[in-house]
């Protein structure tokens, strides 16, 4: 697929417009989209407003829908706050750094212990990268699961994720055995507007 040239990318708004128009085709350049994630540059006073944080757990905060291709959304994390270790529902994850710093951590896939599930299975460490301001990491499940942290116990982080396609659960895994469990994932707020969260799970129960 051919790469096109990068477009003047200077607002949020921008971001957006142009992730409409390459996920309009049918075919879709990964690396096309990482370069236009890492060009642009972070505005506090264009993403404040979807920052939602909370004392006790990171929020996922939707941005953008991509008209069912992708999501857009902003991740707040308060001092200390982590993700589990968890998969992507083979979907590609971009990840950018908005404020403060984040660490990645990457782990190997576990082996599988469902016959012998009283045998603990250690999860594999493979890597941890520091995510700083502006910069970008690209992870899917071919890559391997990873974890995110807010290691700072003085400073919030925010960060820009990209998910394609979207997705509404996924598998998390504990690090001592590598068993998985699966999880929904729901969005703290909505175009800057909190979510019922306990309504929209009890409406969508079976």
């Known amino acids: 697929m051919e790469f096109r040239k990068l477009p ?11 992730l409409h128009e390459v996920f ?10 990482d370069a236009l994630m890492r060009s642009y540059k972070s505005n506090s006073s264009e993403w404040k407003m ?6 006790f757990k990171y929020t996922r905060n939707l941005v ?13 994390w308060g001092e200390g706050h982590a993700s589990s270790i968890h998969d992507h529902s083979n979907s ?8 403060g710093e984040l660490v990645e951590s990457r782990f190997a896939w576990p082996t599988d212990t469902e016959e ?21 990491c690209y992870i899917n499940d071919v890559l391997g699961l990873h974890r995110v942290e807010n290691r700072s116990h003085t400073e919030t982080a925010v960060s820009l994720h990209l998910y394609c396609p979207p997705f509404d659960k996924c598998q998390m ?3 001592r055995t590598g068993r998985k469990t699966g999880c929904p994932v729901t969005f703290w707020s ?17």
């Open 8 to 18: 003047n990318v200077a607002t949020l708004t921008d971001l957006v417009a142009e």
């Open 24 to 33: 309009s085709e049918d075919r879709v350049n990964i690396e096309y989209v």
């Open 50 to 55: 979807y920052a939602k944080f909370d004392p």
């Open 64 to 76: 953008d829908e991509g008209n069912g291709k992708f999501n857009l959304m902003i991740l707040a």
């Open 92 to 99: 590609h994850c971009f990840m950018k750094m908005l404020h």
């Open 116 to 136: 012998e599930e009283d045998i603990p299975t250690h999860m594999v460490q493979t890597g941890e990268t520091r995510i700083q301001l502006n910069d970008v």
């Open 173 to 175: 895994f504990d690090q």
């Open 190 to 206: 909505k175009y800057g507007d909190k979510v019922d969260n306990v309504k929209t799970l009890l409406q969508n129960r079976v």
